[in-house]
Nanobody, 128 residues
Framework: QVQLQESGPGLVKPSQTLSLTCTIS??????????WSWLRQSPGKRILWIGY?????????NPSLTFRGRTSISRDTSKNHFTLQLTSVNPEDTAVYYC??????????????????WGQGTQVTVSS
């Protein structure tokens, strides 16, 4: 069973860039078996997909105004991990961030645990 672990800073100042890494165990990021995804959940809000990298290396991002082109996802096949960068963060980006391996487009996700394997999540707070 694949294991995923998020890592990164718990506190980021407004206007800075948030960088998170998802380390994969017991699976390969290049295996043709799922979408390696980033999602987040802010207090009192539904879970929101941020983007994903397909096993072929293509990346896809949520086009909503929430992210306004601030998002970048990349992978390192030698380290078997993928990363999220979110630029120009603001307090509304405060959330628990999850990485997941999903068997479908993450737009279908309604709750943590849907459609695949998830990391435990990491709290990110944006505050000065």
């Amino acid at each position: 069973q694949v294991q995923l672990q998020e890592s990164g800073p718990g506190l980021v100042k407004p206007s800075q860039t948030l960088s998170l890494t998802c380390t994969i165990s017991d699976d390969s990021i290049t295996a043709n078996s799922g979408n390696w995804s980033w999602l987040r959940q802010s207090p009192g809000k539904r879970i929101l997909w941020i983007g994903y990298v397909h096993p072929n290396g293509n990346t896809y991002y949520n086009p909503s105004l929430t992210f306004r082109g601030r998002t970048s996802i990349s992978r390192d096949t030698s380290k078997n991990h993928f990363t999220l960068q979110l630029t120009s963060v603001n307090p509304e980006d405060t959330a628990v961030y999850y990485c997941a391996k999903l068997d479908r487009n993450p737009i279908a996700v309604n709750a943590k645990g849907d459609y695949g394997s998830w990391g435990q999540g990491t709290q990110v707070t944006v505050s000065s």
